[in-house]
């Protein structure tokens, strides 16, 4: 199980001394090219990702491309943890709706990020477990690999990550 760190940092498109812009119905929109080579990159950029901070969440990443793989989709769901008996069909309905998504889109691969304060539980813990094995053979079925897993009790600098 390999494990990390969380390392939040923003900045502005400009500080990446980025000049592509392009124009749009909503007026000029600057591009810029972020690299995240690790779990932990990854992790801290999903608040940007989304929009917003995501708490007790769910959050699929579709990838496109073997070599230098870039995002796709970014899909976020409420994590509803089973009390033992197996998924909730609310569950299973959204892990469907991410792997339909990442077929569609022609995705090669998806990264899964599980944010919960409640993952410190061993009945916690078994639940993501389902979730993921539920996951892999969802997205198996769409032609998507499932390239990883990761935990980690919420989203802020010096949190700790897991991987399963």
Same mark, same amino acid.
């Given at each position: 199980?390999?494990?990390?760190?969380?390392?939040v940092?923003?900045?502005?498109?400009?500080?990446?001394?980025?000049?592509?812009?392009?124009?749009?119905?909503f007026?000029?929109?600057?591009?810029?090219?972020? @690299?995240?080579?690790?779990? &932990?990159? *990854?992790?801290?950029?999903?608040?940007?990702? =989304? #929009?917003?901070?995501?708490? %007790? !969440?769910?959050?699929?990443?579709?990838?496109?491309?073997?070599?230098?793989?870039?995002?796709?989709a970014?899909?976020?769901?409420?994590?509803?943890?089973?009390?033992?008996?197996?998924?909730?069909?609310?569950?299973?309905?959204?892990?469907?709706?991410?792997?339909?998504?990442?077929? @569609?889109?022609?995705?090669? &691969?998806? *990264?899964?990020?599980?944010?919960?304060?409640? =993952? #410190?539980?061993?009945?916690? %813990? !078994?639940?993501?477990?389902?979730?993921?094995?539920?996951?892999?053979?969802?997205?198996?079925?769409?032609?998507?690999?499932?390239?990883?897993?990761?935990?980690?009790?919420?989203?802020?600098?010096?949190?700790?990550?897991?991987?399963?």
């Open positions: 199980m390999a494990a990390g760190t969380v390392l940092m923003t900045t502005s498109a400009s500080s990446h001394g980025s000049t592509s812009d392009s124009s749009s119905a007026g000029r929109i600057a591009h810029t090219t972020v @690299r995240l080579s690790e779990p &932990g990159d *990854l992790i801290a950029a999903i608040p940007a990702l =989304l #929009g917003f901070t995501p708490t %007790r !969440s769910i959050v699929a990443i579709c990838l496109s491309g073997e070599t230098r793989p870039t995002l796709g970014v899909m976020r769901h409420d994590l509803i943890l089973g009390e033992g008996h197996g998924l909730s069909d609310v569950m299973r309905m959204a892990v469907d709706q991410f792997a339909t998504v990442c077929g @569609r889109d022609g995705a090669s &691969g998806m *990264l899964v990020v599980f944010v919960d304060d409640r =993952l #410190g539980s061993e009945r916690h %813990r !078994s639940s993501v477990v389902d979730v993921v094995e539920y996951l892999e053979d969802a997205v198996n079925r769409q032609g998507v690999e499932l390239i990883d897993s990761y935990l980690t009790a919420q989203i802020r600098e010096g949190c700790e990550w897991f991987s399963l």
